[in-house]
Structure formats: C-alpha cells, structure tokens
C-alpha cells in the first residue's frame, strides 16, 4: 500500500493506495497538532510501503512524521516547492517559499488541463494560475471561511458554512448574527474568486479551466460563476505526478481526477468584468 498524507494547517488528510490496482482503500483526517503519533485513526503502517507528504505544517511537525515513518516505511517521499517540476515554471521569486500544497495542486492542474486556474479552499483559500505554457504566476491567499469566522470573534457555533443551505439562500441578507456572518463571509470568498479569476484571465488574454478543491470546495463551488470542477484528490494528484509509483501512475493518470471543465470565452469574461465594474 501506499500512504499519501496532506497535512494542511486544520486537518491532516491521509489516504491508502493500492500499490498494485491504483484503487484508493481507504482514507481519513486528524486535526492538525503539534504531536503527531499514529494512533486509532492513523492507518496501520504494517501494511505500507512507501509514504508521500504534502505538508504545510510547522517544520518540527513535518521532521516528527517524518522520522516516525522512516523507522516503519522502507519509501518516504516528503514533496517541496522548487523551481521547475513537471513543465510548470514556479512564478515565485522565491520558489520554495510557495505552500507546497499551492505548488501540488498547480502541477495537477496542469498535468491534467494545461493551464489552470488552482483554488484551494482549506484554512486559507488559495487561488493560483498557470498558463498553457506552464509558467506558475503565482497567486492569490485569503483567509478561508472558517478562518475569517474566526476573525470576527463571534463564537459561531458551525465550524464550517452548513453544507446543507443552498448557494442561493447565502447569497440573500442575513436577518440574525449567525446568517449575517455565514452569508458575508461566503459572499467575500466566492466573489474574490470571480473577480481574481476574471482578472487575470483579461489580463493574460486566455481563459482558464478553473479546479477547486479543499475541504470547503464543495460549498464553495455552489457560488462561483466560473465553469469549474470539484477535485477533492488534487494535492493528491500532485503528489502521484511527482512521486509516480503505480501502473497507472507512471501512465500519467492521477486519481478521481475530473472531467477538464470547458472555459468560456475570454470576451464573455471580458464582457462581465466590463459589465460588473460599471455598477
Ligand atoms: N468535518 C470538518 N472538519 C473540519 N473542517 C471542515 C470540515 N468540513 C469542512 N471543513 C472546512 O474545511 C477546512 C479545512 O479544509 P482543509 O482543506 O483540510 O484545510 P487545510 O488543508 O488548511 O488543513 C476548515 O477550515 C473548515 O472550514
Ligand atoms: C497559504 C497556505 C497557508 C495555505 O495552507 P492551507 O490552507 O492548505 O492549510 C500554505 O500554502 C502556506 O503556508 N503557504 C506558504 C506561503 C505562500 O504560499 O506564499
Ligand atoms: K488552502
């Protein structure tokens, strides 16, 4: 089997792959916390041959995982944002200062569609681009839902937005505390990353397929205009591209990967930043 673990800055997300079938055997999350040790809800390592890390935890965090596996997992693969990898030039100027799970998700986006537009919706909310090219040109960071939640120290008691309430309903007024928030805070993320999309799109003179993953992608997605795909895997699909080890793998299929979602035209972009700006 193989172990792939993302370790954001919330939840560390964890999932075992068969290293013969491709097929995903099981997965899970743990908070993110200063002592990581596997326990109950970490997956049995006898069973694991080989590890890959996408972390953007503190650096003691990653060297404990990381020393705890070495002494159980033959492979180790800890993944860092560099230069160039994969035909995708790294646009910062310090690449390696780029969150590797930001530098993941652009290399996945880009193995699958060519250029991309990368939104990671996790304890930040992350937008980058890639050109058809594969020049990375960086990108954007604010604080994710919760994040911002916070921010506003009302004591909320949902963690995340309901899952359950529809696009629509957030995009009215809120008429109590709890709705004022949850509907300003969703409406300041969806609609940063219409804008930052259509922007760099006008900008650049190409319109991009747009992939969103994290774990608020989903009720994320239900506000962005934008023709998009949900990609739960996309960190993931990263860490396969660099680190390929199965059949499939080495072919250049990454898993649960999407359908590419077919952009708009670039004047219809153009059009309703136009538009949007004359209001
Ligand atoms: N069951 C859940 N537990 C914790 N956070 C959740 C859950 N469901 C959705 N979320 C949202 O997902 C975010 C964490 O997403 P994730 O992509 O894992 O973040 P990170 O990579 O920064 O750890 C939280 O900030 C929260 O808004
Ligand atoms: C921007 C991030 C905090 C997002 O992390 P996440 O929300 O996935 O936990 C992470 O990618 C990070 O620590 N980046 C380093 C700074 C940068 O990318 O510029
Ligand atoms: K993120």
């Keep these: 089997m193989i172990l792939d673990l993302d370790i954001g800055n919330t939840l560390s997300k964890w999932r075992l792959k068969d290293a013969e079938s491709s097929e995903i055997r099981s997965r899970g999350a743990v908070w993110t916390r200063e002592e990581w040790r596997p326990g109950a809800d970490i997956p049995d390592l006898d069973v694991v041959e080989a590890v890959r890390i996408s972390s953007v935890a503190r650096a003691a965090v990653l060297e404990e995982t990381v020393a705890l ?17 994969l035909g995708v030039v790294n646009g910062y100027e310090e690449p390696g200062r780029l969150g590797v799970d930001r530098w993941m998700g652009a290399l996945a986006g880009y193995q699958l569609a060519g250029g991309c537009c990368a939104v990671d919706c996790g304890s930040a909310i992350t937008i980058d681009f ?12 604010i604080p994710g839902l919760r994040l911002m939640k916070e921010s506003l120290k009302l004591g909320t008691r949902n963690v995340a937005i309901d899952p359950e309430s529809e696009a629509d309903e957030l995009l009215e007024p809120g008429r109590r505390t709890v709705d004022a928030v949850n509907h300003g805070i969703y409406m300041a993320a969806v609609s940063a990353i219409n804008r930052i999309y259509s922007e760099v799109c006008d900008q650049e003179g190409v319109a991009l397929p747009m992939l969103l993953t994290g774990g608020d992608a989903r009720v994320v997605s239900r506000g962005v205009q934008v023709p998009h795909a949900v990609w739960p ?40 930043l136009a538009f949007s700006m004359l209001l």
Excluded: N, W
Excluded at 71 to 85: D, I, K, L, M, Q
Excluded at 134 to 140: N, P, R, T, Y
Excluded at 239 to 264: D, H, I, N, Q, Y
């Design 69 to 85: 596996l070495r002494r159980r997992v033959r492979h180790v693969h800890v993944a860092h944002s560099t230069h160039e990898a």
């Design 130 to 141: 890639v050109l058809p090219g594969g020049q990375h040109l960086g990108g954007f960071i």
């Design 233 to 272: 895997d996309m960190v993931y699909g990263g860490l396969e591209a660099c680190f390929p080890m199965t059949f499939a793998e080495r072919a250049g299929k990454m898993s649960g990967a999407p359908r590419v979602p077919e952009p708009v035209a670039l004047e219809k972009i153009r059009a309703a």
